[in-house]
């Protein structure tokens, strides 16, 4: 059964950080490709990170030089570290494998001061 399970999310001040996790299970997380994703109040999904199984990361443009995506092959986790916040990266966000139709419960991230 795959899983995803996200937290560290938070209320943050702008110009603030946090580092977001996703722990997984029930797929060969060292194979795929891992995505991480938010969501706004009244908005769509959005993919904001992308990493490949050899560390190669991709980001959205909104997100591109102030968010680090990385993982861990040996836990099974993939993380985001969110640097520099805007009051508009609130949102919840989820990690989930490219392709896979299965999302977890994702963690709020707001940032507000």
């Known amino acids: 059964q795959v899983q995803f399970v996200e937290s560290g999310g938070g ?25 991480w994703h938010r ?13 490949f199984s ?3 990361a991709f980001y959205s443009n909104s997100t591109r030089g102030r968010f680090t995506v990385s993982r861990d092959n040996d836990k099974n ?22 392709g896979s139709a299965t999302w977890g419960q994702g963690t709020s991230v707001t940032v507000s001061s």
């Open 77 to 98: 986790t993939v993380y985001l570290l969110l640097n520099s916040l805007k009051p508009e990266d609130t949102a919840v966000y989820y990690c989930q494998h490219y």
């Open 54 to 56: 050899a560390g190669r």
């Open 11 to 35: 209320l943050v001040q702008p110009g603030g950080s946090l580092r977001l996790s996703c722990a997984t299970s029930g797929f060969p997380f060292s194979e795929e490709i891992m995505t």
């Open 39 to 51: 969501q706004s109040p009244g908005k769509a999904r959005d993919l904001v990170a992308s990493i």
